[in-house]
Structure formats: structure tokens, C-alpha cells
């Protein structure tokens, strides 16, 4: 499938709902998010790929660091939009008897969502789920020892993803969110080839961070 829409559309779209919204009369609309976590990416085509070699061993690292900054705008005081990007980072390797062949992974996801605050159990704790899209600028290196070749494959592609976190309310204008989310992409979808191996940045991941409301 080839790129349908330019990096900047995600965040465009959200723009312009937020100035479309002009009767909003929750009294602290703005918030910013700043978090860090860890993702178990399972590489499941790599993966496949790799199996199918005769005398090979493959590995890939397993859980992965990654963080995050997004923007919110509370539509009033049970449901949010969002727009924000992430840094995700990954590798892999394959080796036999007479080569190794390293993988890194580097997906930028550009995303849009909608959150929703379930309940409150009490003024210091509340519960949220969300939901998103997102669009993915992704690369790989590929390094091979043998030949000693460097090789670089970029792209595009989507992913889209579910979550469920925790406020908790540290002052009147500070909290700590921390959440879990599942998500499902394809890093290259928009400008791979029709036999590539999938860049899949898809996983569980568990992220802990501050949000500063305004």
C-alpha cells in the first residue's frame, strides 16, 4: 500500500477540532504528558524469517525502552483528545557458523486519540481508557559481518492501539499517569514492497509518567 497522507495530517486534524471547539467550559482544558515505559515488541515476522534458515540462532532484545510527549484537550471533565508522538527502539540479531546479521529498529508514531475518564474513586484517583491512530516513520540498519555491509531501509506505515491507565492527583496542577496498552502496526505499510519482511512495532507495553494541566 503506498503513503496516502503526510506525516503532518494526524496532528492537523487535531488542530482543527480544537479550534472548531469554542464552547468548551471545563476550566483547565490544557494538558501536557511526559512519560517513559517498556514494550515487549515480538518481531513475529523476523521471527518466522529467521526459523526458516538451516544452523542459525536468532535472538532479539526483549523488553525495550521507550518514551513519549502528548498534548490534551479536555472537551469537559470526562472526555479528552490527544495528539502526541513516541520513541521506540528495538533490535534483533542472526548468526551461524560464519556470519552475524544485527537488526535496529526505530519507529516515530505520530498519533491521535480520544481518552475517556471511567470514574472517580475519589478526588486523588482516577481511572482512564483510550483509544488511538497512529502514523509510523519507521528505519532499519541492518549490519552483516561477514561482508562487513551496512545496509538502511525507511518507510511508512499505521498502527492503532487501546489502553487503560491510572490519574493520580499529586497537586492541583500536577499528576502521575501510569498505563497500560496494547498496539498493533506496521511500520512500512504505506512504502514497502509487496514481499518485505513486516517492520511490526506491535506489543504490550507498561509506561509510568507526569502530566502538567493548565
Not at 1 to 24: A, D, H, Y
Not at 85 to 90: A, D, F, H, P, V
Not at 126 to 140: D, K, N, Q
Amino acid at each position: 500500500m503506498r503513503k496516502i497522507f503526510s506525516p503532518t495530517t494526524l496532528q492537523l486534524l487535531l488542530i482543527g477540532c480544537l479550534l472548531s471547539c469554542t464552547t468548551n467550559t471545563y476550566a483547565q482544558p490544557f494538558s501536557v504528558r511526559s512519560s517513559t515505559g517498556v514494550v515487549h515488541l515480538s518481531l513475529s515476522d523476523w521471527s518466522k524469517f529467521s526459523s526458516g534458515l538451516p544452523n542459525a540462532f536468532y535472538t532479539k532484545n526483549n523488553p525495550n525502552l521507550y518514551y513519549g510527549v502528548s498534548f490534551h484537550y479536555a472537551l469537559n471533565s470526562d472526555h479528552s483528545i490527544n495528539t502526541g508522538t513516541e520513541l521506540i527502539r528495538s533490535s534483533a540479531s542472526w548468526s551461524d557458523t560464519f556470519s552475524v546479521v544485527s537488526w535496529k529498529f526505530q519507529g516515530i508514531p505520530l498519533f491521535l486519540g480520544y481518552e475517556y475518564r471511567i470514574l472517580t474513586f475519589n478526588e486523588h484517583f482516577t481511572p482512564v481508557a483510550g483509544l488511538g491512530i497512529s502514523y509510523f516513520i519507521s528505519e532499519v540498519n541492518t549490519q552483516e559481518s561477514f561482508f562487513n555491509q551496512t545496509l538502511k531501509r525507511t518507510g511508512n506505515g499505521y498502527g492503532i492501539h487501546i489502553s487503560l491507565g491510572l490519574l493520580s492527583q499529586l497537586t492541583t496542577s500536577l499528576s502521575m499517569i501510569s498505563q497500560v496498552r496494547y498496539r498493533y502496526s506496521d511500520g512500512m505499510a504505506f512504502s514497502g514492497n509487496k514481499d518485505d519482511i513486516k517492520v511490526e512495532f506491535s506489543g504490550i507495553d507498561f509506561s509510568v509518567g507526569l502530566e502538567w494541566t493548565f
